[in-house]
């Protein structure tokens, strides 16, 4: 908030390494960054990225659809080769870098497809024909979707959080499935979706647990706000 501050800040670490000052950020890591100043918003983007992405899976031209993943994928070990013909069939496809692609869009600005990519990352040992054709749809999807976008404001600060669970989601562990949001302006700053650690007995219990873990992030991120100076309200 201090420009003076800034400025010592950034001789100092000069002291200490090589580096150079080219200005406000415009891109980092496959992440687009546009700045309005004069409406305070600050917009995060992937879509060259993700055109990348799809051009290396030969995605390029598939035809787009509305869901991260379709309710008739029902994921499981089932599903995994059986033979040796299959296995090496499915050697040849690029599971886990296809895969490894869609965790860094959905780390960085993808909220949601956390679910998805959480369900077909759990057979990266080894993959079946059924799921990579949820990986190919959840490529798909973001085909149809590039332009979406992480837009945040500068002029709501309220930190807001929603948590939820499913009950036994896991076709092969029966664990439930913990997954949370945080916003920040009504813009996403901290999101999960992941297996819980135990086996619930009651949707009550995977509820709970999905809150515990919700709300410890929350602290976090309330500290967080406070030393940047926008504590949050009791």
Known sequence: KNMQEIKVLKKQLSESFDMKDLGAARQILGMRITRDRKERKLTLSQEEYIKKVLDRFNMQDAKPVGTPLAGHFKLSKEQCP???????????????????????????????????????????????????????????????????????????????????????????????????????????????????????????????????????????LQQLLEELGHKQEE
């Not at 869609?102 to 959480?118: E, N």
């Not at 976008?149 to 913990?178: F, I, K, W």
Request: aromatic residues 10%; neutral net charge.
């Open 82 to 220: 059986k033979t040796e013909q299959e296995r090496n069939q499915m050697s040849k496809v690029p599971y886990s870098s296809a895969v490894g692609s869609l965790m860094y869009a959905m780390v960085c600005t993808r909220p949601d497809i956390a679910h998805a990519v959480g369900a077909v990352s759990r057979f990266m040992s080894d993959p079946g024909k059924e799921h990579w054709q949820a990986v190919k749809w959840i490529l798909r999807y973001l085909r149809g979707t590039m332009g979406t976008v992480l837009c945040y404001s500068g002029s709501d600060t309220t930190l807001r959080g929603y948590v939820d669970s499913d009950m036994a989601g896991d076709v092969d562990s029966r664990r439930s499935t913990t997954g949370y949001i945080y916003t920040v302006g009504g813009t996403a700053v901290s999101w999960i979706s992941r297996l819980q650690k135990l086996v619930a007995l009651s949707t009550t219990e995977a509820e709970y647990v999905a809150a515990t873990e919700a709300s410890k992030e929350m602290i976090w």
